[in-house]
């Protein structure tokens, strides 16, 4: 038997790439125990073959989750005695070693550009932004040369730590296709248009509301957590507020329902960070929901949008570009339930977790087969 672990000390419990995607795929596997490290004070369980340990919530800050938390993480790791250990987060870097010392095998991955992200950190000045990017950078290097394995949720991020460590694989964020394997009917859905992710000015919110103050007869279904309470409550103010239905945090379930109902999905990002190269999962699962993209024209994002032919490609910042595609697929229904079906049809052969999995597998039989 294999003893697995995958830690976080960041993210929640039924994480989709962690928990829903890896943990579960793995957790299929004959011959593999798996276990997840979290810390959000909601207590033990084993969920779809999953042990779920968690250390409890500190809620005292950012600082106490990078020291306390961290240590938390790994004396729990040590105590169950796994074989191969599966870091989620940054700050987890500090017990890599650590865990390697103790003979173990150690994968980090890598979900964000995470030297480029810091330069982009509204709370840091843009000295401390350079210097702690600039910092970062050499510290992964160091950590991340010295340990078995790098995953990466895209392939511009894998081809940055290939340089690192030549045991590098990217396993992207593409969506479950059994999860959205029923949508509705073009002429049953309702004139509506969805956003799904975090809501914050730098992924869109004030264009997006802007639009919907614009638009000729649609709503906007805004599903997420909210990141700035200050921009949001700036965008309640705004006239196109009286457009979007506010539906909060979503579960799996909820969020094909919601997709399922809607004509077109937005993931309008700012041209910051490392969006431009990105592969948001909200993309393709607006695809594999059969609705057409509405996406910021960064050159990759066309690739896939308009090389697909699934969706309009526009200016981010431009809240009348947003609303014309809006339109657009609203008045063209025959032209884009078209769009629909070609991004299905993308998903399916190109961009679907079926085909990540199997590069996961395949990492963790070659890591399986050098345990001592």
């Given amino acids: 038997m294999v003893k697995i672990t995958h830690l976080t000390s960041a993210h929640p419990r039924y994480d989709t790439r962690i928990f829903v995607k890896m943990c579960c795929s793995l957790a299929r596997i004959e011959g593999y125990n798996v276990s997840l490290i979290v810390a959000d004070g909601k207590g033990d369980e084993i969920k779809n073959g999953v042990s779920i340990i968690d250390i409890g919530i500190d809620k005292s800050g950012r600082i106490a989750r990078m020291t306390k938390t961290v240590q938390n993480v790994y004396r729990q790791a040590l105590h169950l005695d796994s074989d191969i250990y599966h870091l989620h987060d940054p700050e987890l870097l500090t017990i890599a070693l650590k865990l390697k010392k103790q003979g173990k095998k150690v994968i980090f991955d890598s979900h964000e550009d995470y030297p480029k992200q810091l330069l982009n950190k509204p709370y840091l000045s843009p000295f401390a932004a350079k210097t702690l990017s600039f910092v970062f950078t050499h510290y992964q290097k160091y950590i991340c040369s010295r340990i078995d394995a790098l995953v990466t949720a895209t392939p511009y991020i894998r081809d940055q730590l290939l340089t690192v460590n ?47 103050g614009l638009v000729k007869n649609a709503r906007l279904n805004l599903g997420g957590i909210v990141h700035e309470d200050d921009t949001y409550k700036e965008v309640q103010s705004y006239d196109g507020w009286k457009n979007v239905n506010e539906l909060g945090f979503l579960n799996r379930n909820e969020v094909a329902q919601i997709l399922s109902n809607s004509k077109a999905g937005l993931v309008t990002l700012h041209p910051t960070s490392n969006y431009p190269d990105a592969l948001p999962v909200k993309m393709f699962e607006y695809m594999i929901a059969g609705i057409p993209v509405i996406a910021s024209n960064f050159p990759l994002w066309q690739e896939i949008v308009e090389g697909n032919q699934c969706g309009i490609c526009v200016n981010p910042l431009d809240p009348k570009a947003i609303v014309e595609a809006i339109n657009w697929i609203i008045d063209h229904p025959i032209e884009a339930e078209a769009m629909g079906e070609n991004g299905i049809n993308a998903v399916k052969n190109l961009y679907n977790w079926g085909k990540e999995e199997k590069k996961l597998f395949a990492l963790y039989s070659n890591l399986s087969r050098n345990l001592k």
């Fill in 166 to 212: 030549s045991n590098t694989v990217d396993i992207n964020n593409f969506p479950i296709i059994e999860e959205f394997a029923h949508p509705i009917a073009w002429n049953f859905k309702k004139n509506e248009v969805v956003y799904l992710g975090a809501i914050a000015a730098v992924r869109g919110i004030k264009e997006m509301t802007l639009a919907m």
